[in-house]
């Protein structure tokens, strides 16, 4: 390793990004004087000529508390499959050799890549072609296997859950069965964990495929004894047994990234129908994943870039940071990305949910 560290954030930000950048910086810079560049816009930065900055010392100073990050992030610019127009017509090419031949021009040997499955996917194909590169997890969704949590995760759930709790006098001072969409594509974690921490009565994830008649029969049951008002919580990618995924735009129509969203709504109409109450929807969205991190992801993302640089120290590439138990560790990048981290339907926090009396919706 010479001296010269570029990184980057990719695919959709969530707090605690500012604080592994500024992580790495101060170790890179103030353990080993190296040189850190910062990559704007994901892999966006890295196509054409590369769009970057120097980040030093003085830049990261009062970033720790700021969500988002500093640096801007992409879904796009995948240089494996990047659009291109040939003829007025779109063909997706694989650029990666012009982006390394770009990456190199720049001074920098190694990238350190920020990011969930998509952006983990592509630093192991640059790592295949010979890039030294390190991966550090992130996603609000919490659904990367080879660590026990992702940072912005547990934001995501003091998010939700505070939410939760508004919305409870609301629900009950008008008698209502209020539907809260969540965040929560392939796996449960935020709606399950947000739904116990804030008193949900009905859990919609997308590991269990909820029945509507039991979600009815749940509301009518509290109704029965008096509370005339509930909350279900359902994550984004949540499907009635018989039904399917409710899609706002498939991959084709959003680069690749099929767009989830709606599924509230869905839910509140196929209530409706069997329930004599007033019911309304309110779709979290992107607040999930905007503001600053809590204390416990501001630890995890800093543990994560001093760890990713220390890796880089021990010349370790084509590995990724991750928590296991207590202990900050290094996996493979390749095993990280080969299996989603899913709520386990008969695993111990589904039957504390149910325990607790919440209709998960089975
Ligand atoms: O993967 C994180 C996530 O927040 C998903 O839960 C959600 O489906 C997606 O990102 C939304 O992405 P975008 O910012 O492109 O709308």
Redesign the pocket.
């Given at each position: 390793m010479g001296n010269t560290l570029a990184i980057l954030t990719g695919?959709?930000d969530?707090p605690g990004l500012n604080a592994v950048i500024r992580g790495v910086v101060r170790s890179a810079v103030g353990l080993h004087n190296w040189r850190v560049l910062g990559i704007e816009d994901g892999f966006e930065g890295l196509i054409g000529k590369i769009r970057r900055r120097d980040l030093t010392l003085d830049s990261v100073s009062g970033i720790l508390p700021r969500g988002g990050t500093i640096l801007g992030t992409s879904?796009r610019g995948n240089p494996f499959s990047y659009p291109v127009t040939v003829n007025g017509k779109v063909e997706l090419q694989d650029i990666s050799d012009r982006v390394l031949q770009e990456f190199h021009k720049s001074g920098a040997e190694v990238l350190i890549a920020v990011g969930?499955d998509g952006t983990l996917k592509i630093a192991q194909g640059l790592y295949e072609k010979g890039l030294p590169v390190i991966g550090v997890p992130k996603?609000?969704?919490n659904d990367l296997r080879a660590t026990d949590v992702t940072f912005g995760y547990r934001t995501a759930v003091a998010i939700v859950t505070e939410a939760l709790d508004r919305l409870h006098s609301t629900a009950e001072s008008h008698h209502r069965v209020m539907v809260v969409e969540v965040?929560?594509?392939d796996a449960g974690w935020i709606a399950l964990e947000s739904g116990i921490a804030g008193s949900a009565d009905v859990i919609l994830i997308p590991e269990i495929p909820y029945s509507v008649d039991r979600i009815c029969a749940a509301i009518e049951q509290r109704r029965g004894r008096g509370l005339r008002f509930s909350i279900v919580v359902v994550a984004?990618?949540a499907v009635a047994a018989e039904g399917n995924k409710v899609v706002l735009q498939t991959a084709a129509e959003n680069f690749g990234?099929e767009?989830?969203?709606g599924v509230g709504h869905a839910v509140a109409q196929q209530i409706t129908a069997q329930l004599d109450m007033e019911i309304r929807v309110v779709i979290l969205g992107?607040l999930?994943?905007g503001g600053s991190p809590t204390p416990y992801d501001r630890i995890l993302a800093s543990r994560f870039g001093v760890k990713a640089v220390e890796l880089i120290a021990q010349k370790k590439f084509g590995r990724m940071v991750a928590l296991r138990g207590r202990k900050v560790v290094d996996v493979e990048i390749a095993s990280a990305i080969s299996q989603l981290n899913l709520v386990d339907p008969a695993g111990e926090l589904v039957a504390t949910a149910e325990s607790l009396g919440i209709m998960v919706g089975r």
């Open positions: 695919g959709g969530c879904n969930g996603t609000i969704d965040m929560g594509r984004e990618g990234v767009r989830l969203g992107h999930q994943r």
